[in-house]
Nanobody, 113 residues
Framework: QVQLVESGGGLVQPGGSLRLSCAVS????????MDWYRQAPPKQRELVAS???????NYASSVKGRFTISRDSAKNTVYLQMNNLKPEDTAVYYC???????WGQGTQVTVSS
C-alpha cells in the first residue's frame, strides 16, 4: 500500500529555514513525479514544487530562489528545503505522488515572530 508521510514542519521566524521530508513507501519516488503542495484557507491549494524521474524540477514563482525540492533514491524520500521563509509561506504542506494520485497527511509550517 502506498504511504506518504511528511515531517519537519514547525514554527520558524521570518527569514529562517526549514526542511520538510516525505517518506515514501509502496511506490518509487524516483520513478514517479513527486510534488509538494500547500494550502492555507481561504486560499486554494497551491503547487509549490515538483521533481520528475529525470530529476528536473519546477517551482511556483512565489518560491523560486528560496525553495529546493530534491530526493534521495536510496531512502525513497523527497525533501523540500525552504529558505528565507516569509509569513505568507505559512500553510499545511502536503506531499503528493504520481500525478496527485497519492497524498500524505500534511505537515504544518508556521512562519511568525
Amino acid at each position: 500500500q502506498v504511504q506518504l508521510v511528511e515531517s519537519g514542519g514547525g514554527l520558524v521566524q521570518p527569514g529562517g529555514s526549514l526542511r520538510l521530508s516525505c517518506a515514501v513507501s509502496g511506490i518509487s519516488s524516483s520513478i514517479y513525479t513527486m510534488d509538494w503542495y500547500r494550502q492555507a484557507p481561504p486560499k486554494q491549494r497551491e503547487l509549490v514544487a515538483s521533481i520528475n524521474r529525470s530529476g528536473w524540477t519546477n517551482y511556483a514563482s512565489s518560491v523560486k530562489g528560496r525553495f529546493t525540492i530534491s530526493r534521495d533514491s536510496a531512502k525513497n524520500t523527497v525533501y523540500l528545503q525552504m529558505n528565507n521563509l516569509k509569513p505568507e509561506d505559512t500553510a499545511v504542506y502536503y506531499c503528493s505522488a504520481a500525478g496527485q494520485a497519492y497524498w500524505g497527511q500534511g505537515t504544518q509550517v508556521t512562519v511568525s515572530s
